[in-house]
C-alpha cells in the first residue's frame, strides 16, 4: 500500500490561514475518497474532512466546519485543505489518507476515522502549530 505525502503545515498566529497539500504520484487520487485527520500525540485520531470528486462528496467534521475547505485539483493529483481563522486547539499532526468512498465518514460523523482495515495508510503528516 502506498502512503500519501502531505506537506504546507508550519507554525501561524491565532486566526491565520495555511493550505496543506496531500499528493501521490504513484496512483490517481481522482479515483478515490481522500481522508484528512490530525492527531496530537498522547490523544486519538481525529477526522476532519473528506472529500470524493467523483461522487461529488465534500464533508467537513462540525470543529472545522465554515473554517476549512477541502478541494481536489485533479490535474495535479493533488488534495487540498485550506484552513482559516486557525485556533491554538487546531495544532496537531495533519495526514491524508484514501478510502473508497466518504460513506463511513459522513454516517459516523463526531470527528470519527475510518479504521486502519478499510483505508490506506496514513501519510507521515506535516506540523501545524498555531500560536495564540
Known amino acids: 500500500q502506498v502512503q500519501l505525502v502531505e506537506s504546507g503545515g508550519g507554525l501561524v498566529q491565532s486566526g491565520g490561514s495555511l493550505r496543506l497539500s496531500c499528493a501521490t504520484s504513484?496512483?490517481?487520487?481522482?479515483?478515490?475518497?481522500v481522508v484528512w485527520s490530525r492527531q496530537v500525540p498522547g490523544k486519538d485520531r481525529e477526522g476532519v474532512s473528506c472529500i470524493h470528486n467523483r461522487d461529488d462528496t465534500t464533508y467537513d467534521a462540525d470543529s472545522v466546519k465554515g473554517r476549512f475547505t477541502t478541494s481536489m485539483d485533479a490535474a495535479k493529483n493533488t488534495v487540498y485543505l485550506q484552513m482559516t481563522g486557525l485556533k491554538p486547539e487546531d495544532t496537531a499532526i495533519y495526514s491524508c489518507?484514501?478510502?473508497?468512498?466518504?460513506?463511513?465518514?459522513?454516517?459516523?460523523?463526531?470527528?470519527?476515522?475510518?479504521?486502519?482495515?478499510?483505508?490506506?495508510?496514513w501519510g507521515q503528516g506535516t506540523q501545524v502549530t498555531v500560536a495564540s
Open positions: 504513484k496512483f490517481t487520487l481522482d479515483e478515490y475518497a
Open positions: 489518507a484514501t478510502d473508497k468512498t466518504c460513506a463511513w465518514t459522513v454516517i459516523a460523523g463526531r470527528g470519527a476515522v475510518p479504521p486502519s482495515s478499510q483505508i490506506g495508510p
